[in-house]
């Protein structure tokens, strides 16, 4: 996120340094100010700790330092959608599973898997991963 602060007086330059909680300290210079134009000086910040820190001072809070415009960066609309399509993928996975009832035996799975998809497998581990990969239940396997 990109934010445009403007210094509400009419000067040519501020440089203000504010010291954050950890002992780092930040010069902010706000620059293009016009006095014969009556053109207040602004600053451009796209740090994330540097708007933060700002916008927590006292300046901010009186009214001397104004956010004028706050606009997006293409990362932050990414990053804003990616989390709105995970769940819609989740539930269409879980919609895919296929219960096949009435095998009850590893020996039934097996030939079932082998007649279904054309496979040759003599395991039921091998079978399973098969019918895993195909989104296939046997509820009924176990059952007498």
């Known amino acids: 996120m990109i934010k445009t602060y403007r210094y509400n007086e ?3 330059n501020v440089s203000l340094t504010i010291s954050g909680a950890g002992g780092n300290s930040m010069r902010y210079n706000f620059t293009h100010g016009n006095t014969y134009m009556r ?12 708007q ?3 916008d927590n001072h006292e300046l901010v809070r009186s009214g001397k330092v104004t956010c004028i415009r706050t606009t997006l960066e293409e990362s932050d609309i990414v990053q804003e959608e990616e989390p709105v ?3 819609a993928k989740k ?3 879980k919609s895919q599973k296929e219960e ?4 009850r035996t590893a020996e039934e799975v097996i030939n079932y898997i082998n007649n279904r998809f054309d496979k040759d497998c003599k395991t039921l581990g091998t079978a399973m991963k098969h019918a895993d990969k195909a989104g296939l239940i ?6 007498e």
């Open 10 to 12: 009419l000067c040519n």
């Open 39 to 50: 053109k207040c000086p602004e600053l451009t910040l796209r740090n994330k700790y540097a």
């Open 52 to 54: 933060d820190l700002l």
């Open 85 to 87: 399509n995970e769940p």
């Open 91 to 93: 539930t269409t996975t």
């Open 100 to 103: 096949v009832a009435g095998i």
């Open 138 to 143: 046997f509820p009924d396997y176990g059952k």
